[in-house]
């Protein structure tokens, strides 16, 4: 009997290389050979020219990440692995980004946005939560999504990160959280972009999926294409809360998923 998982997959994966997750890709693949996957995809944090910050991939370690992943084909050759990238959007940088996707035979780039535009701290870090507790949680929100409107009209990425990623430690604005979205919305619509229900926000404070029901209504009713990914950082982690995930998706009117292969699109009804 084939999981439902079958018709799923889950591209936004990291490894150790970024320091802050475990399990290789052949630890992954083992994970979704049991889960009966059909689609798996490693993304881990892109590197940058220089030292950046201490949470991603060293751009010396891009070999040994392209090799993991070359020998996790290998040995696994019943599993359809795909070569991603999750590449930060900061302004500025986006020449970086087109070098990067000239360096590897890449399936899709995620386009995050985890630092505000100016900012030296990640709206996701543990040590900067007290920020959101200053009073401008309204600042932050409305500068974030201000970046999510250029992250996605730059066209550098194949789909966008948990695009409400602020919510993590579980403090939103007061009021309708929808003229945050709209900007973007119409920004992902317009450009036919992607972006992904990420189920790693079920794991936090905020404890509900990235994003909001609200938001997929929204996206759903505009057509915009979906993913579902789990952002593991560990095996255990892969097509966690997919079920909630597929559940969402559905009650909003999605029908399909996208995948992709060499950055090309193709749609997948979902189970
Ligand atoms: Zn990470
Ligand atoms: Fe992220
Ligand atoms: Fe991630
Ligand atoms: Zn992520």
Redesign the pocket.
Known sequence: MSSPLAALSDY???TPLCHHAKGWPLDFCARAVELGLGELGF???NPMPTQFDNWRMSIDDLPRYLEAVEMARAQFPQLHIKLGL?CDYIAGHESWIEKLAGMAEWDFF?G?VHYLPGADWAVDDPQHMSRFLTGEIADIWASYWRAIERAVRSGLFDFI??IDLPKKFGFRPPGDLRAYYEPSLAALAETGTPFEI?T?GLRKKCAELYPAADFLALAAAAKVPLLINS?S?DPAELCAGYTEAVAAARTAGFTHTVRFAKRERSLMALP
């Open positions: 936004h994966v990291h993304a881990d944090h999750e995620i995050s990160a948990h990420n790693a952002d950082h």
